[in-house]
């Protein structure tokens, strides 16, 4: 034993450790979220803030203008994703206040059917928000959106999605003083 | 403007920035004229947190003056002394809005790090790493506050700024992880870590009505602090067994609430580059979790177990059997600032909480390196050093 025993035990446990920490982390995965958030607001006011297109386009990434056509149809503006520019025309083909509002785009990209579904959220948490796109595959829209309806969840809630801030130092400049800390 | 910036893994350096300005229009810029060292600062330093980039702006426990604020910032006046709270609270969500501000569901700009490691994303701190929003932190000659009226807090006059700093995180840490502690008449509380936290987090304790509160550590000078200015027990953990020594100093029935105070670079015998290059090759950092094992291990049965310690990832050797079968309530959290800020100033202004004694050293910013390692060797009695971006 002595000094050969106690350097194995000490390795071993470290050993052991490591393996555990390894073994933890793999669980720790990229997981899809499912485009659905719970705003702390009634229902009606969240759906009131949805259903105002020009209002929502304001809060939603990429969008850069929408026009009304008439109560039912809106022409969107979309910059930012894909190769330029994206139009499209979307039509409302159900509208249920303050449950439910469906809708169907049309144009290449972005082209997808949508259906939004406001349910009031247990002991006053406020409104449960759900999404369901089918679009074509490769899901590209889906995969914006849940960050898309983060992004209401902060305007109804914070009154303003917070900017990151500004950070535009290069990877390396030379330190005016520095050192191990 | 000069910021004193992560380098990565271990170093830290003084460098240009850009300043920052106002991009939302709750925002308010603080012209820094002191910012504290904190122990968790350590943690992101020494690379156990992840998301941190070369160039983050450490720093979050901090005052400073208003000089610029956004268009919807209602209750802040520029040229107002304020001390600011790490963590950014958007006031509307289900969390802020039940005074649980740390769990804010909005302020972080990108919670993707945060939902994998941890399933979800808490709220956004100032000085951290991306894993809290990335936010520039206050070791700098100014600092972007977002959701600035929630979040800086007007100084008492009669307060200093050297008492008034620790009202930002230490205080209310330390407040928050005893009430965590549910205390009732006669129980005894143990603490361990006598650095800001543990030392605010033992006179929180008796505050609130402890019977006795003891303070482990092994730094000498800390805990003579600790003796001298809060006025409890102190035991040696160098010198003595800390079970057997909590045993006998409740008769048996081992303390009522445990505070844990030091978090995941925590003594264990092996030390900080234990794991060295197998930690590496494997890209894993276990933490150490020493302290919340002799907590669970010393507390009573059907008692209370605080962590106010920073943990970010994954520990092992955690004592799950003793803490089901001694029906132990395991509580943590980082603190509400905006619940427990005006707490911890009125406790001040009252004189019931005393803070001021914890800065040990004073310097201009240029010297932060310096600052953390003397922080971090806990060298020539250094208890907090606060840099003054201003000189």
Not at chain 2, 82 to 101: A, H, K, R
Not at chain 2, 161 to 181: F, L, N, Q, V
Not at chain 2, 268 to 291: I, M, Q
Request: some cysteine.
């Amino acid at each position: 034993m002595g000094v050969a025993g106690a350097a194995v035990g000490y390795l071993g446990v470290r050993a052991v450790r490591l393996m555990a920490a390894v073994r933890a982390g793999a669980e720790i995965g990229v997981r899809r979220r499912p485009p659905a958030v719970t705003i702390h607001r009634p229902p009606t006011e969240v759906y009131a803030f949805w259903r105002d297109l020009p209002n929502l386009a304001r809060t939603l990434g990429h969008v850069t203008r929408v026009d009304e056509v008439d109560d039912r149809r809106s022409r969107w503006v979309l910059e930012g994703i894909g190769p330029a520019r994206v139009e499209f025309t979307l039509e409302i083909v159900r509208d249920e206040p303050p449950r439910l509002i469906e809708w169907r785009a049309g144009d290449e990209l972005l082209a997808h059917q949508g259906r939004v579904e406001f349910t009031r959220a247990p002991g006053n948490r406020g409104t449960e928000v759900r999404l369901h796109v089918a679009g074509p595959p490769g899901g590209r829209i889906e995969d914006l959106l849940y960050g898309e309806l983060r992004r209401v969840k902060q305007t109804l809630e914070g009154g303003e999605v917070l900017a990151v801030g500004r950070r535009d130092l290069p990877a390396r400049v030379p330190a005016a003083t520095g050192g191990r800390a | 403007m000069k910021a004193l910036c992560w380098e990565g893994v271990g170093r830290v350096a003084v460098r240009t920035v850009p300043d920052p300005r106002i991009e939302n229009d709750r925002d308010a810029i603080v012209r820094v004229t002191a910012s504290s060292v904190c122990g968790s600062d350590l943690h992101l330093i020494d690379g156990y947190v992840p998301g941190m980039r070369v160039g983050d702006v450490l720093g979050h426990e901090f005052v400073g003056e208003v000089v610029e604020t956004g268009p919807e910032v209602r209750t802040l006046q520029v040229g107002e002394q304020v001390v600011v709270g790490p963590t950014i609270g958007c006031g509307g969500c289900w969390f802020c809005d039940t005074d649980q501000w740390a769990l804010c569901d909005n302020t972080n700009p990108d919670p993707t790090l945060p939902e994998r490691l941890w399933g979800q994303s808490p709220a956004a701190a100032l000085g951290s790493s991306q894993v809290a929003g990335g936010l520039a932190g206050s070791h700098a000659e100014y600092v972007r506050v977002p959701f600035a009226d929630y979040g800086a807090y007007r100084i008492p006059l009669d307060l200093t700024p050297e008492s008034a700093i620790y009202a930002s995180d230490a205080a209310p840490t330390g407040w928050m992880a005893a009430e965590m502690c549910d205390i009732h008449g006669g129980d005894i509380v143990a603490v361990w870590g006598a650095g800001a936290v543990g030392q605010l987090a033992a006179r929180a304790a008796a505050v609130l009505g402890a019977e006795r509160v003891v303070v482990i550590d092994r730094v000498t000078d800390r805990l003579a602090t600790a003796r001298d200015n809060v006025g409890v027990d102190t035991l040696d953990y160098t010198g003595v067994d800390v079970q057997e020594a909590l045993l006998e100093l409740t008769a048996g029935r081992g303390p009522d609430a445990c505070i844990e105070a030091v978090g995941m670079e925590a003594d264990d015998g092996v030390g900080p580059d234990g794991h060295g290059w197998a930690g590496r090759l494997l890209g894993v950092r276990p933490e150490r979790p020493t302290a919340v094992r002799e907590a669970i291990l010393a507390c009573r049965k059907g008692g209370t177990v605080a962590l106010s310690g920073a943990f970010a990832g994954l520990a092992d050797g955690f004592p799950l059997g003793a803490l089901m079968h001694k029906g132990l309530t395991l509580r943590s959290g980082q603190q509400h600032a905006q619940k427990y800020l005006p707490v911890v100033l009125d406790q001040m202004a009252r004189g019931d909480i005393r803070a001021d004694y914890l800065t040990t050293h004073s310097m201009p910013l240029s010297e932060g390196p310096r600052g953390y390692d003397l922080f971090r060797r806990r060298a020539d009695g250094c208890l907090r050093v606060i840099f003054r971006p201003q000189d």
